[in-house]
């Protein structure tokens, strides 16, 4: 049995009831498996894959607060530390009732290679609660806040762990949690990144993610020899990454066609008007319908079950910025009969696994979310930066490496990906790159 297939046993033996962790750990081995053949006597003596999939430490805790009732109310906490061989852990907290350990542990360890991948000092972790924020009294939120950061802030630190904001935690959370920590600590350090301006947060943190998917996208196509300027692009959602997407597509010279949101979809054949996306969404928080009543060039269109929304017009690149498993088999089928160039993700896991195959298959460049949204994470760890050097960088600073960053992301994807024989696999090329820094520093730094 290959040393893969043996780990893999192991660690489902070791984490059955962990169906998430499980598929996580066994997507990514498969595809790291040219890596780990090529060193496979070295990576089994220093067991380092039965090292990199067990974390450090998981830490579970009791959250008690108090509702508007007087009645108190119990959560359970998280946070998984997974591997720190580069950098102090980083990731972020989500707040849902859908939080288990093994959500937890899957996207930990996804962590690890992610941000390896930035080319920054960063280590992988992830926590959380099933506290659901939804509903809750602004109070009741700081209440609870309150009393996660109390235990959580036992085991972080800006050289220890350094959590961020996802899903359910904004600015708004990291506020609340960052004001106990700081009580508690009695000292202002970047413990937590998602910061507001005033307080240690970054310029263009808030554009990252848009942003570095189009420099990647950009940098993939002139690796390609093709101008991304003149080409039309089907972009998905109307959130926070899908209009800093279109915003820098259109500086690059190209033009978004569509956007959407869980209730419908615009197609704009003379480009996205994205001030008007902005007013809407960012300002007002309305529907697409409002976008569409104020722009006589763009049709909306109801979202109904088997559509192909956005991914049916004839585009040169696909732009996924919206959510999970938002691009199928079929959407891959139109897509590649309309002619796409490329799909760079800037959602986690929008194209479920058979249309990625499909896409490549057909020669379409894909690169996958690890590495194309990584300008959110990159763009974080330059907020500890700051935080560290107790200096605020302008905005064209922050920019101006993130582009360095995905620039450089995009070429260490491309390179592992040809050193091991997959050229022009970014999926394996982004596993692959990240995991080479990891180990490295696993075995420099001996039996730990
Ligand atoms: P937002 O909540 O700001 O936006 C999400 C957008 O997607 C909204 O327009 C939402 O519509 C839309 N949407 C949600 N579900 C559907 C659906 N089923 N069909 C069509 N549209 C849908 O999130 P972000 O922009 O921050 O994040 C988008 C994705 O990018 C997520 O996968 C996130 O994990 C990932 N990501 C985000 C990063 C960041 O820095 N923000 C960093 C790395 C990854 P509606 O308004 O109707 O809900």
Redesign the pocket.
């Known amino acids: 049995m290959s040393y893969v297939d043996e780990v893999l046993e192991q660690v489902k033996a070791k984490n059955a009831d962990q169906p998430e962790f499980l598929q996580a750990v066994s997507e990514v081995l498969d595809s790291l498996r040219p890596v780990i053949d090529a060193n496979e006597e070295l990576y089994r003596k220093n067991a380092i894959l039965e090292r990199i999939t067990e974390p450090d430490r998981q830490i579970m805790f009791r959250v008690p607060w108090v509702d508007d009732n007087g009645q108190v109310q119990v959560n359970r906490g998280f946070r998984v530390q997974f591997n720190n061989a580069i950098g102090p852990y980083k990731g972020g907290l989500r707040l849902h009732p859908s939080v288990n350990l093994s959500i937890i542990k899957f996207l930990g360890f996804e962590q690890i290679f992610k941000n390896s991948l930035t080319t920054l000092p960063i280590g992988g972790g992830k926590g959380g609660s099933d506290f659901d924020p939804k509903g809750k009294s602004d109070r009741e939120i700081m209440a609870f806040c309150q009393s996660f950061m109390t235990e959580l802030g036992k085991y972080i630190g800006a050289d220890i762990d350094v959590p961020a904001g ?2 359910g935690t904004g600015a708004r959370e990291i506020g609340y949690m960052f004001g106990q920590y700081k009580r508690i600590q009695g000292m202002f350090e970047g413990v937590l990144t998602g910061k507001g301006l005033t307080w240690g947060g970054s310029l263009a ?1 808030t554009q ?3 942003y570095g998917l189009l420099y990647l996208t950009n940098a993939l196509l002139k690796d390609h020899n093709i101008d991304i300027a003149g080409k039309t692009c089907a972009v ?8 800093y997407a279109i915003e820098k597509a259109q500086q690059l010279g190209a033009k978004p066609v569509t ?5 419908g ?1 615009i197609y704009d054949p003379e480009g996205i008007d994205v001030a008007l996306l902005k007013e809407v ?1 960012e300002v007002k928080r309305a ?1 697409l319908t409002e976008y569409a009543a104020a722009r006589p060039s763009a049709e909306y269109h109801e ?1 109904k079950n088997g559509e192909h ?1 956005v991914w049916q017009y004839k585009v040169d690149l696909a732009l996924p ?4 498993n ?1 691009l199928d088999l079929e959407d891959a089928k139109m897509l590649v009969a309309n002619g796409v160039i490329s799909v760079t993700e ?5 194209t479920t696994l058979d249309a990625t195959k499909y896409l490549q298959e057909n020669g379409v460049l894909f690169v996958g ?1 690890k590495a194309a ?5 990159a763009t974080s760890a330059l907020e500890m930066s700051q935080n560290s050097e107790r200096l605020s960088w302008s905005f064209e600073e922050v920019d101006g490496k993130l582009k360095g960053i995905m620039e450089t992301i995009y070429a260490n994807i491309s390179d592992a990906a040809k050193r091991y024989g997959v050229e022009g696999d970014y999926v394996a090329g982004a596993n692959i790159a990240g995991f080479e820094k990891v180990v490295d520093a696993m075995l420099a730094q001996g039996v730990c």
Not at 236 to 243: H, L, P
Not at 259 to 263: A, E, F
Not at 346 to 350: L, Q, R
Request: net charge positive; aromatic share 2%.
């Open positions: 996802d899903i943190r990252a993610t848009g998905s959602g109307s959130g926070n990454v899908a209009i956007c959407s949101d869980s209730t979809w969404k529907r979202k929304g910025c919206a959510t999970q938002e800037g959602a986690n896991m929008p979310g949204n990584a300008g959110g994470v």
